[in-house]
């Protein structure tokens, strides 16, 4: 927010490559948009970039099919034609290549769209009774008590090194308290998409990773996804999912961990700065998927607009062992704090 604020006072040239949307809008007045190879420029802000840029789509849409109808046309034309061709029938000949060529386009919506069958949620989901943690004089919990609630969604917040982190873990069993008791329901299944990243015995290839986790996905209609599926559905084309996990990049990895946090089909997700390395069109798809996510939801994320889209309150890590549990998304926090 102080970059921001730095940057509008500023007379630059600014070029910024960046996934923060509220940082788009509120610093850029035109945007550059690479897709498919080729580059589209908006004037305007991220609000004005996402009109156009669909606008952009429909109208793309509309003239492949329009190209369609004639295809057939054309198509049927050049099956009646005698070999010789006469000048006029050639110039047809060679408009009708070009007709084929926009008619076979094929518009790119890497949208992930997933309606998946969650793990059933039971009445208890976790109850955290006189929590104390401590790494020497550093207070990280100081006797918290708190119970989670089915299809809870709350955002935790804090600078770095209050133990936001730590808390999590301690939910989830993989630290220890010095004293207090989590007590978890029976029915519970955490999805951790963690900063640790992936973590994998050997190096494997991408589709023997998915399937080792299982073989199948169940959707909501009562049907399956196959890993391949799945894996597709992430933007893993078939010609990648032989890959090896080692050769993929940063962002590819980070991919495939989400991928497979959710196809182990958990019923409670912890997402520690999930926004990471994911691109605009990766994020837009998760926030579809986790805003119909009917299980519980806690995020650890400094992407304001990820946290205002999602959860609908606040456990606010203020240090030395104090949280606060403020009722309202990270705007409505901000606010408050400059009154």
Same mark, same amino acid.
């Given at each position: 927010?102080?970059?921001?604020?730095?940057?509008?006072?500023?007379?630059?040239?600014?070029?910024?490559?960046?996934?923060?949307? $509220?940082?788009?809008?509120?610093?850029?007045?035109?945007?550059?948009?690479?897709?498919?190879?080729?580059?589209?420029?908006?004037?305007?802000?991220?609000?004005?970039?996402?009109?156009?840029?669909?606008?952009?789509?429909?109208?793309?849409?509309?003239?492949?099919?329009?190209?369609?109808?004639?295809?057939?046309?054309?198509?049927?034309?050049?099956?009646?034609?005698?070999?010789?061709?006469?000048?006029?029938?050639?110039?047809?000949?060679?408009?009708?290549?070009?007709?084929?060529?926009?008619?076979?386009?094929?518009?790119?919506?890497?949208?992930?769209?997933?309606?998946?069958?969650?793990?059933?949620?039971?009445?208890?989901?976790?109850?955290?009774?006189?929590?104390?943690?401590?790494?020497?004089?550093?207070?990280?919990?100081?006797?918290?008590?708190?119970?989670?609630?089915?299809?809870?969604?709350?955002?935790?917040?804090?600078?770095?090194?209050?133990?936001?982190?730590?808390?999590?873990?301690?939910?989830?069993?993989?630290?220890?308290?010095?004293?207090?008791?989590?007590?978890?329901?029976?029915?519970?299944?955490?999805?951790? $998409?963690?900063?640790?990243?992936?973590?994998?015995?050997?190096?494997?290839?991408?589709?023997?990773?998915?399937?080792?986790?299982?073989?199948?996905?169940?959707?909501?209609?009562?049907?399956?996804?196959?890993?391949?599926?799945?894996?597709?559905?992430?933007?893993?084309?078939?010609?990648?999912?032989?890959?090896?996990?080692?050769?993929?990049?940063?962002?590819?990895?980070?991919?495939?961990?989400?991928?497979?946090?959710?196809?182990?089909?958990?019923?409670?997700?912890?997402?520690?700065?999930?926004?990471?390395?994911?691109?605009?069109?990766?994020?837009?798809?998760?926030?579809?998927?986790?805003?119909?996510?009917?299980?519980?939801?806690?995020?650890?994320?400094?992407?304001?607009?990820?946290?205002?889209?999602?959860?609908?309150?606040?456990?606010?890590?203020?240090?030395?062992?104090?949280?606060?549990?403020?009722?309202?998304?990270?705007?409505?926090?901000?606010?408050?704090?400059?009154?």
């Amino acid at each position: 927010e102080w970059l921001e604020h730095y940057l509008n006072q500023e007379k630059v040239t600014l070029l910024l490559v960046t996934h923060d949307r $509220y940082f788009l809008d509120a610093v850029c007045d035109e945007i550059w948009e690479i897709d498919n190879s080729n580059l589209y420029v908006y004037k305007g802000d991220y609000e004005n970039y996402l009109e156009k840029k669909a606008a952009r789509i429909d109208s793309e849409a509309s003239s492949i099919d329009k190209a369609k109808n004639l295809f057939r046309k054309e198509l049927e034309w050049m099956r009646k034609q005698p070999k010789a061709r006469t000048t006029k029938s050639k110039s047809r000949q060679d408009n009708f290549y070009e007709v084929e060529k926009q008619a076979k386009q094929k518009i790119e919506n890497n949208q992930v769209e997933l309606q998946l069958k969650m793990t059933r949620l039971g009445g208890k989901v976790a109850e955290l009774k006189k929590l104390y943690k401590s790494y020497g004089d550093k207070v990280i919990l100081k006797g918290m008590d708190y119970t989670f609630k089915r299809g809870e969604r709350v955002g935790i917040v804090g600078k770095n090194g209050v133990g936001k982190s730590t808390f999590t873990n301690i939910l989830q069993g993989i630290e220890m308290p010095d004293s207090g008791k989590v007590n978890i329901g029976d029915t519970i299944v955490f999805g951790n $998409y963690s900063q640790s990243g992936l973590v994998i015995k050997e190096d494997q290839r991408v589709i023997e990773f998915v399937k080792d986790i299982a073989e199948h996905f169940p959707l909501a209609n009562g049907g399956t996804l196959s890993a391949a599926q799945f894996l597709n559905l992430f933007l893993f084309p078939p010609e990648q999912q032989y890959t090896y996990i080692s050769k993929l990049s940063g962002g590819e990895k980070r991919r495939l961990h989400l991928l497979s946090v959710l196809f182990r089909n958990p019923n409670f997700l912890i997402l520690d700065e999930p926004t990471n390395d994911l691109d605009l069109p990766t994020l837009g798809v998760l926030e579809n998927f986790l805003t119909d996510f009917q299980g519980c939801l806690m995020i650890v994320s400094h992407d304001r607009y990820f946290m205002d889209r999602l959860v609908d309150h606040l456990l606010v890590f203020e240090g030395d062992g104090l949280i606060r549990d403020f009722p309202g998304n990270y705007t409505q926090y901000r606010l408050q704090l400059k009154d």
